[in-house]
């Protein structure tokens, strides 16, 4: 099992639809990393989480520390956020667990 | 990606010659770090640095490699002798202490 787990691997939505991804991890954590890449793209720092609910602009995060989960909702989802979203558990030091990523597909 | 400046953004080399790839942390953080992606897999990490020293470079390839993060200038990841191999997306983050990293948008590097 790995030590953090996102999920689904990939998601197809309609354009308007309400998204989650989901990330659990088994490790103790200092802050949570939810960063975007688009195709071909770059690397996009979305949020940095340890503890509560942050949001910006359509995009929110949450974290759940006593029971070590993470959640990404993007609402009135676009096409535009067709992007891979990875969750990196950051613990004691400064290695990040990565998490496989979900594949994230918003259809017009 | 607060601040994080990588440049290029995209490089293509012939095998055997040298690449450069240049990272500007945030104003004021002095920890970075640089990460690899090949294709179709996640990052993977390289080496982390604070200024003038290399903390950790268990994550880099022995030879052909090396990175500095000097007291004035942007970081610096230079792979000699390139090979398709090396072909891959290199980022780096910085961070003001070891918790909170901010990715830079990446130097695609392609070796033909």
């Known amino acids: 099992k790995n030590e953090v787990e996102q999920s689904p691997q990939n998601l197809t939505a309609q354009e308007g639809e309400f998204i989650t991804i989901n990330c659990s991890y088994s490790?103790?954590?200092?802050?949570l990393h939810w960063l975007q890449q688009h195709p071909g793209g770059g690397i996009v720092s979305l949020f940095m989480?340890?503890?509560?609910?942050k949001k910006h602009g359509r995009l929110i995060a949450t974290i759940n520390i006593q029971e070590k989960h993470s959640s990404l909702h993007i609402t009135a989802s676009h096409p535009r956020d067709s992007a891979v979203y990875i969750c990196?558990?950051?613990?004691?030091?400064?290695?990040?667990?990565w998490g496989a990523g979900t594949k994230l597909i918003i259809k017009p | 990606n607060a601040g994080v400046m990588q440049n290029p953004r995209h490089l293509v080399r012939r095998r055997g010659q040298e690449a450069r790839l240049r990272c500007s942390p945030v104003?004021?953080?002095?920890?970075v770090y640089w990460y690899r992606q090949l294709p179709e897999e996640g990052l993977k990490f390289m080496v982390y640095?604070?200024?003038?020293?290399?903390?950790?470079e268990s994550g880099m390839p022995k030879e052909r490699f090396s990175a500095e993060f000097p007291k004035e200038g942007p970081s610096i990841l230079r792979i000699q002798q390139v090979v398709r191999g090396d072909s891959a997306a290199y980022f780096c983050?910085?961070?003001?202490?070891?918790?909170?990293?901010?990715f830079g948008p990446g130097t695609r590097l392609t070796v033909t």
């Open positions: 983050a910085s961070s003001l202490n070891i918790y909170e990293q901010y």
């Open positions: 104003k004021g953080h002095s920890h």
């Open positions: 640095l604070q200024k003038e020293n290399i903390i950790d």
């Open positions: 490790v103790g954590i200092s802050a």
């Open positions: 989480l340890s503890s509560g609910k």
């Open positions: 990196a558990a950051g613990g004691s030091n400064y290695q990040l667990i």
